[in-house]
């Protein structure tokens, strides 16, 4: 067994007699199985609807309780891997994440598949800050970068993978095997784990901020099920005198105790040590960060409906449409990754400003009328932004922070991204909901009087009951369920409402996301130059209390 004590991560050299870039592929591999899953489902989204007869807030739940629970456990599954090691909480939630996905493939209905989602949310936050712990420890900081950079590949591999894997599976399978291809993934990634990663202990005490994780869960998922929800109750009761405002606001509150707790245990380990933040590139970069993840979840939620019921686009399809956008990002990821280390605020500038821009370009081309190729200027120059957004919002958050205080920031900045990913979905969802019950209202009774007279009322009444209980918005659905034995050509004016009253809905619920960019983009300026090692601050003690002072690596044979 070798031993060493360092006040900074143990060096690559020191650490286990084996190649760290084939540690590194087998922590990327599940790293990518877990980020595929945040994509893939999306595109699926219409035939889950069709074969499960799910509703859109169904939907929504199908996609955030994966991204809730992944998000609220990731510090807490960081500090599991200081206690019991890594390697061993890798490879539990790798498991985990396997059996779920098999779950997740055989589930009936919409309840099943979301109480499967929640245990593959909790499968990948046990497995995802075991990556960055053990990349910190097993890489020098020289080579840490590089390392870096292969990780944030992964990212855009699996942007590119989801819609394009997942619209062929779904096209030639069934929307089963976004879950089922899973499988033999996390059964090769976990031989892997077994005969390469190195069981690495780190002799610190830490102690797990369980009041700190029930209220972070308790209040993130008031305000989740909140927006979620609130469409299909009017925005009133939900139970009893409860109403939905009140849910929303019960969660913030109880978001806002999490918050003062935090700053008055601050000497006892909470959940998530606020001292970090009196970093202002930190703090800035979380901001940026939940914006880029509010921005992408709130765009292709009813981009990829879009897509597929509007456009009538196959999933492998609309894929496809998207694939662009991914694979220009992956390849310039790696060049602005290098330039981050010199000129990272410029570059996340430039990053920013590209992805905003683009993205906004598809939602002016985006019409009820349009093709496929009207989206793609957009999505080329969102996806060249892109790639210079994700490495130098890592490089510039953790540029002035200590190597021992890397885990705790690295699970701190995840946590942020995945909170940004969950609100994100839930906001747009929510106003996408709202929307579609306004605006298909008032595209059925402008289009109702090209109908005969005794027609118009109940045409109007259907698109009205449809906003009121739940929008189904499976490709070739109208969202109105029509009296029975009615025209055809009824059926056709029904679906060109849909078109027509989805598209301006999408419309103007894409505006929220892209403000949310566009304020994200300017809070880059806010961004500090880079300083001399010399001048990097030392913690104070408290702060070291607070995220876990100097650590020995224990690497076991």
Known sequence: MITQRTPEAAPAADAPQRNPWLILSVLCLGFFMILLDTTIVNIAIPDLIDDLGATLNQILWILNAYILVYAVLLITAGRLGDIHGPKRLFMIGLALFT?????????QDPAQLVVFRIAQGLGGALLTPQTLAVITTIFPAERRGAAFGVWGGVAGLATVAGPTLGGWLVSEWGWRWIFFVNVPVGVIAL?????????????????????????????LFLICYGLIEGESHDWGRVWGPVTIPMVIAAGVGILALFVWLSHVRSDAEPLIPLRLFADRNFSVMNGVVAAVSFGMLGLFLPLTIYLQSVLGLTALQAGLTTAPMSLISMFVAPVAGRAADRHGKYVLLAGMTLWTAGLTWVVLAAQAGSDRGDLLPGLLVAGLGLGGVFAPLQTIAMRDIEPRFAGAASGVFNTTRQLGAVIGAAA???????????????????????????????????????????????????????????PPEIAQLALRTFHEGFTAAMKSTMVLPLI????????VLLV??????????????????????????????
């Open 191 to 219: 031989g892997m784990a077994a005969v390469i990663m190195p069981d690495l202990r780190f002799n610190r005490r830490h102690r797990l901020d369980l009041p700190g994780t029930a209220l972070v869960t308790a209040g």
């Open 516 to 523: 949310v960019l566009g304020v994200a983009t300017v809070s």
């Open 428 to 486: 747009v969802g929510a106003l996408l909901q709202a929307r579609l019950a306004v605006d298909l209202a008032a595209q059925a009774r402008s289009n109702a009087t090209a109908l005969p007279e005794p027609f118009r009322e109940r045409f109007v009444a259907a698109f009205d009951e449809a906003g009121s209980r739940g929008m189904e918005v499976g490709a070739g659905q109208s969202g109105a369920h029509l009296p029975a034995g009615a």
């Open 528 to 557: 500090r130059r880079r300083r001399s090692s010399a001048a990097v601050p030392r913690p104070t003690d408290a702060t070291a209390a607070a995220v876990g002072d100097e650590q020995s690596v224990v690497v076991q044979s």
């Open 99 to 107: 059996v779920a996905s098999i779950a997740c493939g055989l589930a």
